[in-house]
């Protein structure tokens, strides 16, 4: 098809098409807001936030009666944010636990530690030293 035929065929809905695309837009534009700017943080501009001897929880089954103990009992944690995400973070705003549901008979075990914060998805990086701690069954259950 040339490129003519491609202009002027049905050229008078294009044009129609046109004129009510402009006159929605005169309509909208007053009620957009203007003052949007893009943002002043680079990529790289991050707030940093350090908790050191951070407790360690247990998430277990509802029917587990088992005790266990963590070793250590404590991790330090480096959490990266936007800022503005975490302003003053406390103690409380994050937790850190290992994840014993699927542990049944192991009486000692290594796990892997786990961050659960404020909107997770806006943390763009959590650092838990140590990655792991070992889990050991101290009253076995019944």
């Known amino acids: 098809m040339p490129l003519r035929d491609f202009i002027l065929k049905n050229f008078r809905w ?5 004129l009510l695309a402009i006159t ?20 790289t501009d991050r707030a940093i936030h350090r908790f050191s ?6 998430l277990k089954a509802p029917g587990d009666s088992a ?5 250590p009992s404590r991790v330090e944690i480096t ?8 302003n003053k973070p406390s103690e409380n705003d994050i937790k850190v636990f290992v994840n014993l549901v699927d542990v049944r008979e192991t ?3 290594n796990k892997q530690v786990f961050i659960y914060g404020p909107n997770r998805s806006e943390l763009n990086e959590a ?6 701690v070992t889990v050991e069954r101290v009253i076995p259950t019944k």
């Open 107 to 109: 009486v000692k075990e």
């Open 79 to 86: 959490v990266r944010s936007r800022p503005g995400i975490l």
């Open 127 to 132: 650092k838990v030293e140590p990655p792991t």
């Open 24 to 43: 929605v837009w005169f309509f909208i534009q007053p009620f957009l807001p203007h003052d949007i700017k893009p943002t002043d943080h680079s990529l």
């Open 53 to 58: 001897s951070h407790p360690v929880m247990i």
């Open 67 to 71: 005790v266990y103990k963590v070793t």
């Open 14 to 18: 294009k044009l129609i098409a046109l």
